[in-house]
């Protein structure tokens, strides 16, 4: 048995399902072999996608391999309960639209004040550039005289030109997010499962 495998079965044949569609989602640990596999059925195959998957992974494995097993799983209930709300209002976390963690409170200082050092420094250097300007009292105290006479204006139209082409789909690449949807198979019930492995 491959750990996918062992998960797959241990789902279909302990009973671990809801409702006629056997919906379910199982993570399983082997600590011997330092192993993951979540393994889904029914729903819990629309409800948790490859993409939504890797990203729960994600923040598991990182508590998985430093030993912080109660982390670990109370992460993944977390996020699983935060899919299953998602995917029950019709629009299940996908490779397009997997949830966007807000920035800590370190960064947003940080970026705030980057941001004011930037600006700092651009300022200053415009100030620099303008050393030989003096404050005057009305506006056309800034003009040179007869550095400028406008006599006419007139706007000509001489032709336009419309080109088209046709717009390439644009291909990803990216091998490390995986594609949408989630990817399936067939247990040795029989059953429909989806889900994913690996080591941690």
Known sequence: YSSREFADDFFDYNGYRIGPDHDGILLLISMQDRDWAISTTGHGIVAFTD?????????????????????AFNTF???????LVKAKSGQAYDSHNLPIEPLGLKWLL????????????????????????RLQAAAADYLVKNSLAITGRKDLFLYSTQSKSKKEKEQNNNSSRPSSGSSTWRSSSGRTHGGSSGKF
């Open 77 to 83: 209930s977390e996020l699983s309960d935060e899919f």
């Open 51 to 71: 993409a939504g998957q890797a990203y729960i992974m994600d923040r598991v494995l990182p508590r998985l391999s430093s030993g912080d097993y109660f982390a």
């Open 110 to 133: 940080i970026s705030l004040a980057g941001g004011l050092l930037i600006a700092f420094g651009a300022t200053a250097a415009m100030k620099q550039q303008l050393k030989s300007v």
